[in-house]
């Protein structure tokens, strides 16, 4: 299997720019996670997923961020407008039921 | 509300001794698991050891154990024989249960281990 897969590896954008994060689970797992890792505010859930179908959103920091899953097989995290405090590592992590949470290599954002 | 709480910003240790790494969680849920996981320099997240609220007995990977205290609501790691690639940022992280659909898991602040020759 290869893993949870996350694409880009790296994004650099300027201030004002749509950004579109994207994000392979594992085949056969049920549950995606998007969370965000700063040093201010280490790791935080943003949103995750159930079978497709968004359970908690309460992390997402403001409207400028969006999810999808529109499939069991791709989600996007999209920030439209970006400002440089959304600089970030951007990490999505997979799971099916009890059996483990599997993340991506992340994608580390830079607007500026 | 679910909380995790590592107090140890960082520590030190020197190679082929052991350490233990410090995690106390909060949670009103019966029904709740402890993850542990390993975060070095280059990035990526893994996973090193799962401990269920319900499991009998500490859970032990290789070198990684968890010393699960559950009255007294800690879940320190320990690692036996440090080894220097065991260098790293470490998280404690916790998932409470409901109707067996996976849950979120939120994560403590984390501990940077040096592990000195």
């Known amino acids: 299997d290869a893993g949870v897969i996350q694409s880009p590896r790296h994004e650099v954008t300027e201030m004002g720019q749509e950004v579109t994060l994207r994000c392979k689970p594992i085949s056969g797992h049920n549950s995606l996670f998007w969370y965000r890792q700063t040093m201010m505010r280490g790791l935080e859930l943003l949103i995750y997923f159930n079978n497709n179908v968004p359970i908690d959103d309460s992390g997402m920091p403001e409207d400028r961020f969006s999810a999808k899953m529109p499939n069991a097989s791709f989600s996007t995290l999209k920030i439209q407008p970006s400002e440089p405090r959304d600089s970030a590592v951007y990490f999505c992590?997979?799971?099916?039921?009890?059996?483990?949470?599997?993340f991506g290599s992340g994608t580390r954002l830079t607007v500026v | 509300a679910q909380k995790i709480t590592q107090t140890q910003p960082g520590m030190f240790v020197q190679e082929k001794e052991a350490v233990t790494l410090d995690c106390t969680y909060d949670?009103?849920?019966?029904?709740?698991?402890l993850f542990w996981y390993k975060q070095p320099s280059s990035g990526e997240m893994i996973f090193l050891i799962y401990q269920g609220s319900y499991d009998q007995q500490n859970a032990t990977e290789g070198r990684y154990s968890l010393n699960f205290q559950k009255a007294r609501k800690s879940a320190n790691l320990v690692i036996s024989a440090s080894q220097l690639g065991d260098s790293a940022m470490y998280f404690c992280?916790?998932?409470?249960?409901?109707?067996?659909?996976?849950?979120?898991?939120?994560f403590g602040t984390g501990t940077l281990l040096a592990v000195q020759p």
């Open positions: 992590a997979s799971s099916f039921l009890d059996s483990g949470y599997t």
């Open positions: 992280a916790m998932r409470e249960a409901y109707g067996g659909a996976t849950n979120k898991l939120i």
């Open positions: 949670t009103s849920d019966p029904s709740y698991g």
